[in-house]
T-cell receptor, first 112, second 113 residues
Framework: SQTIHQWPATLVQPVGSPLSLECTVE??????LYWYRQAAGRGLQLLFYSVGIGQISSEVPQNLSASRPQDRQFILSSKKLLLSDSGFYLC???????????FGPGTRLLVL | GQQLNQSPQSMFIQEGEDVSMNCTSS?????WLWYKQDPGEGPVLLIA?????ELTSNGRLTAQFGITRKDSFLNISASIPSDVGIYFC?????????????FGKGTKLSVKP
């Protein structure tokens, strides 16, 4: 069966520091991968998605970037965090384009 | 762009009561999904609907794909405390970036024992 992991679970970072959040998927190959941000425990905002290694699409302009160095690894990064980057970051995978998405456990980021 | 209107935003109910929430859109969707998110965790898929008029149950949960393909509802019968969480609807139309899921803003459910 497929599983999705996110690391770390919680992160507290100072403003201006770099960021790297990792998402890995097991039990499937060539998945579509997604990064979402959820502020204040409510709606999901799609940040990035990837349909393959090295292929990244950005949905909203922002202070963050994403990379997919391996088939089942998706990384969310920032060179300099802003206060507004605080939130709950969710990674999701889907078997194909438009298929049901399955979410990871999330990473809670607090920027101080 | 396409939007989903999910209502109500929040609900405060007594244990044992039935719950109903819905999502509507001005666009036609090919798929409707319902997720539940427990506090501090990722959303978990509850029910997936693929055909107009489809009615699907998962335990005490029942969801329907509206025949106009522009709406869906989720019902929870005889609520219990562990039903607490945020429920999201999500819909999908095919083609391009529109093939990605579009999420509602969520219904926050609180259950009083």
């Amino acid at each position: 069966s497929q599983t999705i992991h996110q690391w770390p679970a919680t992160l507290v970072q100072p403003v201006g520091s770099p960021l790297s959040l990792e998402c890995t998927v097991e039990g499937t190959s060539n998945p579509n991968l997604y990064w979402y941000r959820q502020a204040a425990g409510r709606g999901l905002q799609l940040l990035f998605y990837s349909v393959g290694i090295g292929q990244i699409s950005s949905e909203v302009p922002q202070n963050l970037s994403a990379s997919r160095p391996q088939d089942r690894q998706f990384i969310l990064s920032s060179k300099k965090l802003l206060l507004s980057d605080s939130g709950f970051y969710l990674c999701a995978w889907a078997q194909g384009w438009g298929e049901t998405q399955y979410f990871g456990p999330g990473t809670r980021l607090l920027v101080l | 762009g396409q939007q989903l209107n999910q209502s109500p935003q929040s609900m405060f109910i007594q244990e044992g009561e039935d719950v109903s929430m819905n999502c509507t859109s001005s666009s036609i969707f090919n798929t409707w999904l319902w997720y539940k998110q427990d506090p501090g965790e990722g959303p978990v898929l509850l029910i997936a609907l693929y055909k107009a008029g489809e009615l699907t149950s998962n335990g005490r949960l029942t969801a329907q794909f509206g025949i106009t393909r522009k709406d869906s509802f989720l019902n929870i019968s005889a609520s219990i405390p562990s039903d607490v969480g945020i429920y999201f609807c999500a819909g999908r139309i095919n083609g391009g970036s529109q093939g990605n899921l579009i999420f509602g803003k969520g219904t926050k459910l609180s259950v009083k024992p």
